[in-house]
Nanobody, 123 residues
């Protein structure tokens, strides 16, 4: 069971970035997926989540309207499109697999984690 993130990097404020997560070792379409982030000195926090069928998506208030989560069950991938990025979005972004098919905002409902990818928003 493995999740591998890609696509992080340095972007200027107001810019866009897309991070991706490729899953392997399990039936991807059976589970909800989520994105979390952790900034230095802060706890890991929920960013966005998507149910197995993409029917339901959740976002944190801080990213709502700027970020979009999507998944492709044929490719075993989940993406996070981030627009209008702000310096406070700077963090390591983690992909995670949920315990179940239905999406949750709770960190303890996610049991498989990627290694993370750094996103830095700075001029």
């Amino acid at each position: 069971v493995q999740l591998v993130e890609s696509g992080g990097g340095l972007v200027q404020p107001g810019g866009s970035l897309r991070v991706s997560c490729t899953a392997s070792g399990f039936t991807f379409a059976d589970y909800a997926m989520g994105w979390f982030r952790q900034a230095p000195g802060r706890e890991r926090e929920f960013v966005a989540g998507i149910s197995w069928s993409s029917t339901t998506t959740y976002y944190s208030d801080s990213v709502k309207g700027r970020f979009t989560i999507s998944r492709d069950n044929d490719k075993n991938m989940v993406d996070l499109q981030m627009n209008n990025l702000k310096p406070e979005d700077t963090a390591v972004y983690f992909c995670a697999r949920g315990k179940y098919a239905l999406v949750s905002k709770e960190l303890n409902e996610y049991i498989v984690w990627g290694q993370g990818t750094q996103v830095t928003v700075s001029s």
